[in-house]
């Protein structure tokens, strides 16, 4: 396996780990709004990815970095392309990373809800926006033979790229859903049930229109073949189970599920896309692939030595943090603020 | 290209505004005000988060240590601090990393193949640590053990301070390159050799520059609001002078290796980028032995003097640590230039690099005093401050913020017109015209201001809140 392939499957579980990781606490911050019902239910929510939310997050930094280390070419052009996309990602993430932080520090109610509102907008609006980008991945965007992106905003608002944006929305809040059935007790993990049940169905539908949209838009099925392989097959088995798991109350089986849906179809979109990274809908020739834009195969060198090391080790600190605050979070627990 | 009819009646009507809207339209000046905006708004927050993270994990050191309250207490109250601090930080990071792809896809591109690589480590390594375990710190009170608490918040402080080294990896690369070839086509620069990027000279001269400037913000901060308490007599008075005590401390440590670490990187500078210290000295002549601007008001165009106070030999003195010692002026480094990179003009604003050094060394030199007087006080066990001197041990916290600002507008600005040091010039790194527009860069710009403004106003109010709320309130 070459380098570049290597690098293409690390930046592919760099944002699977950050969909299945920062997706229940996007989700979290979606939900808030509808699961609490004062001051102190809503500082519970919050505090269900508190010691989280942060870590969760490095996942993307990672990625940003490594995509910019490995594939210098794919960070240039996506970054200088989705402009517009990428500053409104911007600011949501400032809003809703400070928001966590400075929501307790002052106890004015004004206060309180326009970061709870901030934490609300920050977390739907990338949840949204990342569905769109991956969508346009896929799908092709304006390239020109200098790789230059040569669209506007508005070419990347096309209605295919909505339908993706709709699904991931959903996805993470339902992540976010059965997350805090997990995380929570008595009327909150009862109103955490509630929703949950609730976000499945435009969940499971947006989906699946995504999917058979995905036939008329992209070659992606020509890729993958009459045989996808079970990756593809069970990122939707695993978000059909999802409703069963519920009704059962088993909430552990239908996060695993919501997670494997969320990790297998990111999984998919970059299995459609090797090895390319960014097509181009002008000419299939100028697309982006993991050959034309990556580094040397030096600085690819000492990048997997780097990540084989560091990778492993992130994975057992992280995994640690989660094993220690494990216990549910409920309203008569002593709250961090 | 014809000059569209309505700019040519501007131009006779009003030749300025449309100079000035020119100007003001260009992506490549757009995007550079957007750095440095964002960059030296995000660096208000970082040093501060580098030195009080240290210091907060001293605190709770004492405490698991001692079993003193008191050191518990202060542990919750700074660490409180450090934490609105913090947040503020890691967002404005964030905008770091997006905008070189962003507003400079053509540099990164250009340097990809280097500068990603110490980017990416900083994630991995730092960015990991002090998130993750900043979660355990804040989450873990009753949680965890204390000793692995007080090990979770080190943790903290050495990711932080990690990720400044890597960062720095990565600016020294800009300010002297090395470990690099050019590809064949010219189209790019790539990596040969790793460790020589790693032991970057230049990287080991800034690093303890830019931690000991930590070290200093975090202690003038320690000390300006113990000595708002002890002056107002506050309750928690023994509290806030074991605080002083502390804080003096770090303060002084700080500010002699901050002083002592940017007099070795100047000398560096000597060698690796000469037109940055002919500019900060407005060195117009190679002189030998070199003089030390006191005032210069110059003439950039003519470049020559229109009034200056020198001291003759000192600049040769804190160049070669003797009073003999060429130092190369602008204009033969000019000419120097020109042979070496073809026709152009290499000179930086030298009214920028002249002011940004005297803005930062004038400050280290009131720190090196104030910090002494900090260090007199508590040494004499004397926590009395007449209301001139609380007035001033209070207000020098902003001294290393001055200092911390106009030193790297000194780095970045005295390296122009290069982005990365004879490789790369900025005019050419910027993001393509027709993919990022000028209105694009002016709506980011505009959307930046708007949210680091607001983000500054509550940074302030909620610092002073509970700064002023005292230890009781932090619990």
Redesign the interface.
């Given at each position: 396996m070459d380098l570049q392939t290597i690098w293409f499957i690390l930046i592919t579980v760099l944002f699977t780990g950050f969909f299945f990781l920062e997706g229940f606490d996007f989700g979290v911050g979606i939900l808030l709004p509808f699961m609490s019902r004062d001051d102190r239910e809503r500082r519970t929510v919050i505090n269900t990815i508190g010691p989280f939310w942060d870590g969760n997050e490095v996942w993307l930094i990672t990625a940003g970095g490594a995509m910019f280390a490995a594939f210098p070419e794919w960070y240039a052009t996506l970054f200088s392309g989705f402009y517009i996309a990428l500053l409104l990602m911007l600011v949501a993430l400032i809003l809703r990373g400070v928001a966590f932080e400075f929501r307790s520090k002052h106890d004015n109610p004004a206060w309180r809800a326009f970061w709870d509102w901030s934490i609300f907008t920050g977390s739907a609006i990338p949840a949204l926006l990342w569905g769109v980008a991956f969508a346009n991945f896929i799908r092709g965007v304006p390239i020109d033979q200098s790789m230059n992106y040569a669209g506007g905003f508005f070419n990347l608002l096309n209605p295919y790229a909505l339908v993706c944006g709709l699904a991931s929305l959903s996805i993470f809040t339902l992540h976010g859903a059965v997350f805090l059935t997990l995380k929570t007790t008595g009327s909150l993990q009862k109103r955490a049930m509630s929703l949950a049940k609730k976000v499945w169905a435009p969940a499971t539908l947006l989906s699946l229109a995504f999917m058979i949209y995905s036939f008329i838009e992209t070659d992606l099925y020509q890729r993958l073949g009459v045989n996808p392989g079970i990756i593809p097959v069970f990122s939707v088995l695993a978000l059909l189970s999802v409703i069963v798991l519920l009704q059962k109350n088993a909430s552990g089986w239908a996060f695993a599920m919501t997670g494997i849906s969320i990790a297998f179809s990111t999984i998919t979109i970059f299995m459609g896309l090797f090895p390319r990274v960014l097509v181009s809908s002008l000419n299939p020739d100028w697309s982006l692939t993991i050959y034309n834009s990556s580094s040397s195969d030096y600085t690819l060198g000492i990048m997997t030595i780097v990540a084989a090391i560091f990778v492993p080790l992130v994975l057992v600190y992280q995994g640690w943090s989660y094993w220690v605050f494990r216990q549910r979070v409920s309203t008569d627990s002593e709250l961090e603020y | 290209m014809p000059e569209p009819h309505s700019v040519i009646i501007h131009s006779v009507t009003f030749p300025h505004v449309t100079i000035a809207l020119e100007i003001i339209m260009d992506t490549l000046f757009l995007a550079r005000l957007q750095f440095a905006l964002t960059s030296v708004f995000h660096f208000f927050f970082v040093p501060l988060t580098l030195g009080l993270s240290i210091f907060t994990a001293i605190m709770e050191t004492a405490w698991v240590r001692t079993g003193n309250e008191k050191y518990r207490k202060l542990t919750k109250f700074w660490g409180k601090l450090f934490?609105?601090n913090?947040?503020?930080g890691?967002?404005?990071g964030?905008?770091m990393?997006?905008q070189?792809?962003?507003?400079w896809?053509?540099y990164?591109?250009f340097?990809?193949?280097?500068?990603?690589?110490p980017?990416?480590?900083?994630?991995?390594?730092a960015?990991?640590?002090e998130?993750?375990?900043?979660?355990?710190w804040?989450?873990?009170?009753?949680?965890?053990p204390k000793t692995l608490h007080a090990t979770a918040i080190w943790l903290v402080a050495i990711g932080s301070n990690l990720s400044a080294l890597w960062i720095l990896v990565a600016n020294s690369f800009m300010q002297s390159p090395v470990g690099y070839r050019m590809a064949a086509d010219g189209s790019?620069a790539?990596?040969?050799d790793?460790s020589a990027l790693l032991f970057n000279p230049y990287v080991w001269k800034q690093f303890p520059h830019v931690l000991a400037g930590g070290l200093v913000t975090g202690g003038f901060l320690v000390i300006a609001v113990s000595t708002w308490h002890l002056v107002r007599n506050s309750k928690e008075r023994s509290e806030f002078e074991t605080s002083m005590k502390f804080g003096a401390i770090y303060a002084f440590i700080g500010t002699i290796l901050v002083t002592l670490a940017g007099h070795t990187q100047m000398q560096d500078l000597i060698e690796s980028q000469p037109m940055k210290v002919a500019a900060a000295e407005a060195l117009w002549e190679t002189e030998n032995p070199a003089s030390f601007s006191l005032f210069t008001v110059g003439d950039e165009k003519e470049l020559k003097d229109v009034f200056a106070v020198r001291i003759p030999g000192m600049l040769s003195f804190l160049a070669y640590n003797s009073f003999e010692g060429e130092v190369k002026g602008i204009k033969d480094l000019q000419k120097e230039y020109e042979i070496k990179y073809g026709p152009g003009n290499y000179i930086p604003s030298i009214i920028t690099a002249y002011w940004s050094f005297r803005f930062m060394v004038g400050a280290g030199t009131l720190m090196l005093l104030v910090s002494l007087i900090a260090l007199y006080k508590v040494i004499r066990e004397n926590y009395t401050f007449s209301p001139l001197l609380g007035t001033l041990l209070f207000w020098s916290f902003l001294l290393p913020y001055i200092a911390n600002s106009s030193g790297w507008i000194l780095a970045e600005m005295g390296r122009q017109p290069w982005i990365v040091f004879g490789l790369l010039k900025t005019e050419d790194a910027v993001?393509?015209a027709?993919?990022?527009s000028s209105t694009?860069l002016l709506?980011?710009l505009v959307?930046f201001v708007l949210?680091y403004g607001l983000?500054t106003l509550?940074d302030v109010?909620?610092l002073k809140?509970?700064a002023a709320a005292g230890l009781e309130a932090a619990e």
């Open positions: - | 934490l609105i913090f947040a503020v890691v967002v404005t964030i905008v990393e997006f070189f792809g962003m507003n896809s053509e990164s591109r340097v990809g193949d280097i500068f990603g690589v980017l990416a480590i900083e994630a991995l390594l960015f990991f640590l998130s993750v375990f900043l979660g355990i804040v989450f873990g009170w009753n949680k965890i790019r790539e990596m040969i790793f993001s393509p027709s993919v990022v694009e709506i980011s959307v949210i983000l509550v109010f909620l809140k509970h």
